[in-house]
Structure formats: structure tokens, C-alpha cells
């Protein structure tokens, strides 16, 4: 992307305001090809958002911020050009959640979050919206060891692991496909919410589906940028299960069943994000993503100890690594 893209994006913004003079700076970049940059005036803000569409659309955004809005606190769209890829809004703030959580503030913070989420799965239309289907979650997996094992650790796995492997992808399918279902917005953590009034504001929401009911608070507490201990986070998501209880929510009544659900819900995406974040880096040459791949794999060794199902993840994990370390020590040689 060259400055052109934001020359662009910034007098096509300047020109919806009719500002006669302003400011501009970038604010953030992120894991996709979007880039935001906040316009000020007299005081006054807004957020231009450039997404190149021959990169990705702006109409799912559009879409699901109209569905949202009214319900949750979301950015109010000011001006939007699919064409090119260029979307004007309401600037909700600087201060996202993994830069402002403490330990003294998590529970006040956490509790407005659980809040935002159980009005997000009970009130937000889905009619029409994409489905969570099986094909995804099993082409989410692949990431994990076309990405990650064979590109990042270069594992070729055998052919019985694979067939482990297989085993354990439609274990985790199964455990997914048979929650209830709500509208999802698949990447809610904490760097996706910001410190606002309503509290809290939020953002990146263009790859919502309907998905499995526990998705979204599993990303919530298990984050790819904050680790909390595991009773806490145990707590938290039991705090969920009680309110979406209470808010009439097809959640089960078992708080067992529940932890376990939520167990095999985040090794799915956990090890998504490793694929993922291998990506980001062989791909698209953004390696700092790699950094945070040691606690997932720290998520994935608390599930797989407490989930027998889960076991020969461990072995396989343990194999690969084994293997990982072996060929980078001979590397080396």
C-alpha cells in the first residue's frame, strides 16, 4: 500500500466533512490489509478506514455495524465508498482494552464486556448472515500445520499423524457444531474493545457469522495478548454462562459441561491463530505475531491436561516439537 491509499482515503474523508483544515495521523494498522487514520478539527475527530478492495470489501463492515447498532455500542458509519474501499467513522477513542486492563480493573472492565456480548447473541438480527459451517472450522485447523508446523517449525508430519490429527479436527468440530448458535463476532478480545461511554465501543466486527455460543467469551478471556490465570478465567466464563442464563440464552445448565465446551471451543481457535500468526509472517512479512504463540500454546497444554479427549493432541504436539527442536539443532550444525 503507497501513500496514494491514504491521500486518497484522507481527501475523500476531508470532503464528506467539509473541514478547511485538519490533521492527520495513522493509528493503527492491523492483522489484515486495513489501515485507520484519525482526522482532527477544533477538537473535533473522526476515523477514515482504508481497505483496499482488491484486498477486501468494506460491505461486510457496513453490513453488520447496521446490525449492530442500537444494540451495542459500535462506531456510527459517517460515509462509506465500496467502490473504493474507504469508510468514514465516528471516532470512539485511543484507549482499547489490552492497554488499559489491570488486575485491580479486569472485573469492572470484563463485566461491561459480558454485558455488550449477551446483548450482542440475544438481541442482534442473524437472518441472512454467513453460518460457522464445518468446512470453516476444519480450513481454520489447516492452518495450524500447512502454516505453522510444515512452514514455521518444518515438520512433515507422518502419515498416522495426520490421521491423528483428522481425529482430533472432527473432535473438535463435533464439540462446536453441537452448541447453540448466536450471532458471533469471532475476534472478540480485549484489543477490540474500546474504553468508551456506553462502555465498551466496538470494532472489527466484519467477520461476524453465526457461530457457536461460547466462541466469542473464549476469545474474550483467552487472549492472544493477556494471559489471566486459569481459575480466573474459569470464573469469568462461568460468570458468562449465568448471565446469558438469566438473559434467557440457550446456554447449558451444567457448569461442567460448560468448561469443557469452552476448553474445546478455544483449542479450535487457538490453534487457528498459531496458523495464522505463522502466516501473517511468511506471507505477509509481519513476524511480531509470532511472539505471542507461546501462550496459546500454554491454553492448549491447560485443555489438553484436563480434557482426556484431548490427549493425543498432547502427544502430537509433543512429537512435532520434539522433531522441531531436533532439525533446528542440526541446522545448526
Given amino acids: 500500500m503507497s501513500d496514494e491509499r491514504r491521500a486518497l482515503a484522507e481527501s475523500w474523508a476531508i470532503r464528506q466533512l ?3 483544515e485538519w490533521t492527520s495521523r495513522a493509528i493503527s494498522s492491523d492483522a489484515s490489509f486495513r489501515r485507520y ?11 477514515v478506514m482504508d481497505a483496499p478492495p482488491e484486498r477486501e470489501s468494506i460491505d461486510a463492515f457496513v453490513e453488520i455495524d447496521r446490525r449492530l447498532q442500537g444494540v451495542v455500542h459500535v462506531p456510527e458509519i ?6 473504493r474501499g474507504l469508510v468514514l467513522l465516528e471516532d470512539l477513542g485511543d484507549q482499547p482494552f489490552h492497554h488499559v486492563l489491570t488486575p485491580d480493573n479486569a472485573d469492572a472492565l470484563f463485566d461491561d ?3 455488550a456480548l449477551v446483548a450482542m447473541q440475544s438481541r442482534v438480527t442473524v437472518d441472512g448472515m454467513p453460518e460457522y459451517e464445518p468446512a470453516k472450522l476444519l480450513a481454520e485447523l489447516a492452518l495450524f500445520p500447512d502454516w505453522f508446523l510444515v512452514r514455521h517449525w518444518q515438520v512433515e508430519p507422518s502419515e498416522a499423524e495426520l490421521d491423528a490429527w483428522d481425529h482430533v479436527c472432527a473432535t473438535l468440530i463435533r464439540w462446536a457444531m453441537d452448541q447453540p448458535r ?5 475476534d472478540y478480545m480485549p484489543r477490540n474493545l474500546m474504553l468508551a461511554d456506553p462502555n465498551p465501543g466496538i470494532i472489527d466486527f466484519q467477520d461476524a457469522v453465526i457461530g457457536p455460543i461460547s466462541y466469542d467469551p473464549v476469545c474474550l478471556f483467552r487472549d492472544a495478548f493477556l494471559s489471566w490465570p486459569t481459575d480466573q478465567v474459569d470464573t469469568w466464563l462461568e460468570g458468562f454462562r449465568r448471565r446469558a442464563d438469566q438473559a434467557g440464552l440457550p446456554v447449558t445448565p451444567s457448569a461442567e459441561l460448560w468448561r ?4 474445546f471451543m478455544g483449542v479450535q481457535r487457538h490453534l487457528k491463530v498459531i496458523g495464522i500468526f505463522a502466516r ?10 509470532l511472539e505471542d504463540t507461546p501462550r496459546f500454546f500454554d491454553y492448549l497444554d491447560v485443555a489438553i491436561g484436563r480434557n482426556p479427549e484431548l490427549a493425543v493432541l498432547g502427544v502430537l504436539l509433543k512429537a512435532w516439537r520434539q522433531r522441531a527442536v531436533e532439525s533446528k539443532s542440526e ?3
Fill in 18 to 20: 467539509g473541514w478547511p
Fill in 280 to 289: 501473517i509472517r511468511y506471507r505477509d512479512g509481519k513476524p511480531a505475531y
Fill in 78 to 83: 459517517l460515509a462509506s465508498d465500496s467502490e
Fill in 113 to 115: 464486556a459480558i454485558q
Fill in 331 to 333: 541446522a545448526a550444525d
Fill in 182 to 186: 448466536v450471532f458471533c463476532h469471532r
Fill in 260 to 263: 469443557r465446551t469452552c476448553d
Fill in 37 to 47: 487514520f484519525r482526522l482532527e478539527h477544533e477538537g473535533k475527530s473522526v476515523v
